[in-house]
């Protein structure tokens, strides 16, 4: 096959994360198509081949798999990217994620190293608390949309009014504030040209109060008097309440939401959640976990590890939580320990921990701003636990050296992103850590993320 070659081929296997492979019995050729699930029957266009190795764009699915006997339930399913595994029954879901995982994580494994299983979200749609839609149009000259772009495009956006991850109210409010902009005839932004008025929405809600932050974002290139709007969302039949809502002056070239200046329209910009008997502030920006209920089951893990691997500990230890945001897992452990030592290169995720720690009347919380690795040289002591709780890129590997130079014997390691999980601890094998447990906590069912908790122990 040739690039821009258009084929087809059947998925035999999944690799994480989503990496489709198949065989060309004809020609001997082998290759990967992203997006899809084994079984299914796909048409792709070639971008690369080398060494007779095909990469793929997926183009159509042309025959479901056997495992996909559920009806999809978003009328953009297979076009956004968001949810591939709406069409699998969700305990199925849960076994393709752990066969994924299973296998990206051998290579790192012990024969005594011990896997717990997977376990699954609370709720399998309407899950997430927070959503972030762009402005824009699905055809050139089409209509208004607002919501997710289409999968391998910059420019098309798929209207998210139908979109099942996020709650109802989220949802209702994402149509009506498109409805509102198309009436008023507003201009999206034109990322090519630059030129245009209506830029992203982002929506939060809460799951413990149903309080709900909505931000408008748009340029300064025109203006434009958006109380009508106020009084519309106000009026809208939610489950939850509006605790605020703001406009937000973004004129930068970055597609991202990072407003120049912020204008009240409406209320206050936060809002209070609960997690395992404790109480955050939430602000327009601060991060938290999207899926609440999934979250506290993800904590309940990371404090169940930290528990079992205790023995040989002080009564009252110090531990570390490296990389801790708004300090969710320092303060959920602050009973387990003398003292808790927090590390967040964000200044406002920081902030925020620090205010969330006295709101819950926790004194031995301390928590740092700055690089994790520069952080630690700094403040010279030595834990007697690290929890590492890394972004998607994972750890660096001076951090992973100052670390290991602890000398602890046991810390959790929590991934978002698997790959960069095992490529730190292939460097951590090499200084005497081991896997002694870990488990799968699906945040994101219908789709093809997963988080890992894993326990390291030292030998």
């Given at each position: 096959m040739k690039r821009r070659d258009i084929a087809s081929a059947v998925i035999e296997r999944v690799d994480y994360p989503n990496k489709g492979f198949f065989r060309v019995a004809e020609t001997g050729e082998t290759?990967?198509?992203?997006?899809?699930?084994?079984?299914?029957?796909v048409l792709f266009r070639v971008y690369k081949n080398h060494n007779h190795h095909v990469h793929g764009h997926l183009l159509e699915v042309l025959k479901p798999s056997p495992i996909e006997t559920r009806e999809k339930l978003c009328?953009?399913?297979?076009?956004?990217?968001?949810?591939?595994?709406?069409?699998?029954?969700?305990?199925?879901?849960l076994d393709l994620k752990t066969r994924q995982l299973q296998k990206l994580m051998k290579p790192v494994l012990d024969e005594d190293s011990v896997f717990d299983g997977i376990i699954g979200s609370p709720h399998e749609t309407g899950y997430r608390n927070k959503l972030d839609l762009s402005f824009g149009n699905e055809v050139i000259d089409g209509p208004l949309t607002l919501g997710m772009h289409r999968i391998r495009s910059r420019y098309a956006v798929l209207d998210a009014d139908t979109c099942i991850l996020g709650h109802e109210d989220l949802r209702r409010i994402t149509a009506a504030v498109r409805d509102y902009c198309r009436e008023q005839e507003l201009p999206f932004y034109n990322k090519l040209k630059h030129t245009g008025y209506l830029r992203y929405l982002m929506l939060r809600r809460s799951e413990t109060s149903g309080e709900i932050l909505i931000v408008l974002a748009v340029s300064t290139q025109m203006s434009h008097d958006f109380n009508p709007l106020v009084g519309r969302l106000l009026s809208l039949p939610l489950?939850?309440?509006?605790?605020g809502i703001f406009l937000a002056d973004d004129d930068r070239y970055a597609d991202a939401l990072i407003p120049d200046e912020l204008h009240c329209l409406y209320g206050r910009d936060y809002f209070y959640e609960s997690i395992l008997g404790l109480r955050f502030r939430i602000s327009l920006f601060s991060f938290f976990q999207t899926n609440t209920k999934g979250a506290e089951l993800l904590y309940e893990t990371v404090r169940k590890y930290v528990r079992e691997s205790s023995d040989g500990l002080p009564a009252k230890p110090l531990l570390y939580d490296l990389y801790c945001g708004t300090g969710t897992i320092a303060q959920m452990l602050s009973s387990e320990a003398g003292q808790v030592t927090g590390i967040e290169i964000v200044p406002e995720a920081a902030e925020a921990a620090r205010a969330n720690t006295?709101?819950?009347?926790?004194?031995?919380?301390?928590?740092?701003?700055?690089d994790v690795y520069e952080v630690l040289k700094e403040i010279g002591t030595v834990p007697d636990y690290v929890i590492l709780d890394p972004p998607r890129e994972g750890v660096h590997e001076k951090a992973l050296a100052r670390i290991d130079e602890f000398g602890i014997r046991n810390m959790v390691y929590v991934s978002c992103k698997a790959t960069s999980f095992v490529r730190d601890m292939q460097y951590l094998r090499n200084r005497g850590w081991h896997v002694k447990r870990w488990t799968l906590v699906d945040m994101f069912p219908g789709t093809q993320h997963v988080e890992t908790v894993c326990l390291l122990t030292h030998s």
């Open positions: 290759g990967v198509v992203k997006n899809t699930i084994p079984g299914q029957e009328a953009h399913f297979g076009q956004c990217g968001g949810c591939l595994y709406q069409t699998v029954p969700y305990d199925v879901q489950e939850g309440t509006i605790a006295a709101m819950n009347g926790i004194e031995n919380c301390t928590f740092y701003t700055g």
